[in-house]
């Protein structure tokens, strides 16, 4: 019986949140402080996230003031992603959920292909896409297990998803590799930096699991603090020549 009252007091919490989101959405364009824009991505979002258990999209988009749970600007910056980019560049980003991110990097890049599995951030960063009318992304819903092609890219992004993807970890940073030009590179950020965090995906250790596949050699690192009070890793990496 606790335990059903305790189910029924989750749900009810959950949906007392989310009707408040919503009537945040609707209040937010009232008063001016959102555009039509984002309000229009926000009941995408929404439209989405009813059965589920967070309630703002992940990623922030600059050019058009967007503000969200991430900050794609400061995250470009502590990344140092424009080392790595410039308009010769092509870039893979694994999972890029509502993409963003890789939206906002177009502008310094010369193609990116974001692979996202979730069809409902697909159709959010298409929308912005064609919107903002970015000509210089392409948005591949597929799941990246499976994801084939003959591209090399110059960088590769996976920020905080290589448990999601549901490959073995050794096989995942193989893929990377053969996706990869000789000299390109690759930044991977961990999930959680916690120990005390008792999970699959405690990525304390995620320097010794790179080193361990004997494929890259590690050429700058940093943690990222930017999502409230989640802290990770991050390592920029690149081929081991043998």
Known sequence: MKKLFEKIAMWLKHYIVFYYIKLENVYLKKIGHISALEYKIRSMFL?????????????????????????????????????????????LDIWGNVGFLSLYLSKFAKHIDIVEYAKYAAEIWKYLQKEENIKNVTIINWDF???????????????????????????????????????????????????WISRSWDDSDLQKQIEKTWLFQIID???????????????VLQKISW
């Open 47 to 91: 439209a989405w996230v009813e059965t589920k258990w967070y309630y703002y999209p992940y990623q922030s988009y600059p050019p058009l003031n967007i503000r969200w749970q991430r900050s794609s600007a400061s995250r470009v910056w502590n990344y140092g992603l424009l080392k790595y980019v410039d308009k010769n560049k092509t870039v």
């Open 145 to 195: 297990g499976k994801y084939k092609t003959d591209k090399k890219y110059d960088l590769i992004m996976s920020f905080a998803v290589h448990w999601w993807v549901w490959i073995e970890f050794n096989n995942y940073m193989q893929k990377i590799s053969d996706l990869m030009t000789e000299d390109g590179t690759f930044i991977i950020e961990s999930h959680f930096i916690y120990k």
């Open 221 to 235: 690192s940093g943690i990222s603090d930017d999502d409230f009070w989640v802290m990770r890793d991050f390592f």
